[in-house]
T-cell receptor, first 115, second 113 residues
């Protein structure tokens, strides 16, 4: 079974600064996918970024980028130039292998961006 | 259309009521999901439909009954719920497997009184 761990229950950052959210996972699968989802107070879960495990290049989406370390089973999210609208709960998630059809979520990190 | 639409957005029901939650997507996704989410917790998978057939039931109590009438619609029928069933119910869809990531709806906030 896969597990996803987010060790930071809460974080805060000043507007325009950079913040990194941590995620580690455990799996015996070789082919899998990792995601970061954002859930603001409006409660809609929004896909922020996706990484395919067989790709060595780290995924980027505008101000969001990941540091994917496959050997260490680490998948951190870096948010650059933080904005007030980035305030949300962030979930790291795993899909693949025998977990077909299922996303395994971490416990989440509440990020607050201060003006 | 890149959305998953859930109705109603809020629902209050008594323990003896019968109600239904609805979910609709027009992205051609062939997998649809129901998740339950408590406050400040990750979503918990309830059911997975793949090509309109129930493929995963995560040991959900029978007072929750899913239905997939066609590839665009997903319902969750509720009957004789308990106060502890109060939660945010999220619907999601994906291409034929979850590896591309889900598109989530904005959820139904359910309160059982």
């Amino acid at each position: 079974a896969q597990t996803v761990t987010q060790s930071q229950p809460e974080m805060s950052v000043q507007e325009a600064e950079t913040v990194t959210l941590s995620c580690t996972y455990d799996t015996s699968e070789n082919n899998y996918y990792l995601f970061w989802y954002k859930q603001p107070p409006s409660r809609q879960m929004i896909l922020v970024i996706r990484q395919e495990a067989y790709k060595q290049q780290n995924a980027t989406e505008n101000r969001f980028s990941v540091n994917f370390q496959k050997a260490a089973k680490s998948f951190s999210l870096k948010i650059s130039d933080s904005q007030l609208g980035d305030t949300a709960m962030y979930f790291c998630a795993f899909a693949g292998g025998t977990s077909y059809g299922k996303l395994t979520f971490g416990q989440g990190t509440i990020l607050t961006v201060h003006p | 259309d890149t959305e998953v639409t859930q109705t109603p957005k809020h629902l209050v029901m008594g323990m003896t009521n019968k109600k239904s939650l609805k979910c609709e997507q027009h992205m051609g996704h062939r997998a649809m999901y129901w998740y339950k989410q408590k406050a400040k917790k990750p979503p918990e998978l309830m059911f997975v439909y793949s090509y309109e057939k129930l493929s995963i039931n995560e040991s959900v109590p029978s007072r929750f009954s899913p239905e997939c009438p066609n590839s665009s619609l997903l319902n969750l029928h509720l009957h004789a719920l308990q106060p502890e069933d109060s939660a945010l119910y999220l619907c999601a869809s994906s291409q034929w497997e979850a590896n591309y990531g889900y598109t989530f709806g904005s959820g139904t906030r359910l309160t059982v009184v």
